[in-house]
Nanobody, 127 residues
Framework: QVQLVESGGGLVQPGGSLTLSCAAS????????IGWFRQAPGKEREWVSC????????SYTDSVKGRFTISRSNAKNTVYLQMNGLKPEDTAVYYC????????????????????WGQGTQVTVSS
């Protein structure tokens, strides 16, 4: 069974840090570009970051540049999102998604291109 499972969410104070993990089971992430999206209450899902198949390319939405870092370990079949300097406006359910894009060196910013999705992990930034 193909699955993506996010973990690492939780409650953190403003300025704090969290690292989200996206672990794949039932398939290998090699060949897949991975994206992170988030959805806050009452808002549409938005793209946050993505990483290409070979990790040669990463992209971030402007609001998280300099604070979030995406990385991957194909050996562990896992992608990470390191989040520093968290703000209340980062509060959302965070989802990872995978798109088969072997060797393209790019990753997508639109949710319609992604093939597999995780169930999401809640991140709450509050004092």
């Amino acid at each position: 069974q193909v699955q993506l499972v996010e973990s690492g969410g939780g409650l953190v104070q403003p300025g704090g840090s969290l690292t989200l993990s996206c672990a794949a089971s039932g398939f290998t992430l090699e060949g897949y570009a991975i994206g992170w999206f988030r959805q806050a209450p009452g808002k549409e899902r938005e793209w946050v970051s993505c990483i290409s198949d070979g990790a040669g390319s990463t992209s971030y939405t402007d609001s998280v540049k300099g604070r979030f870092t995406i990385s991957r370990s194909n050996a562990k079949n896992t992608v990470y999102l390191q989040m520093n300097g968290l703000k209340p406006e980062d509060t959302a359910v965070y989802y990872c998604a995978a798109e088969y894009r072997p060797g393209w060196g790019t990753c997508g910013t639109s949710d319609i291109v992604y093939d597999y999705w995780g169930q999401g992990t809640q991140v709450t930034v509050s004092s």
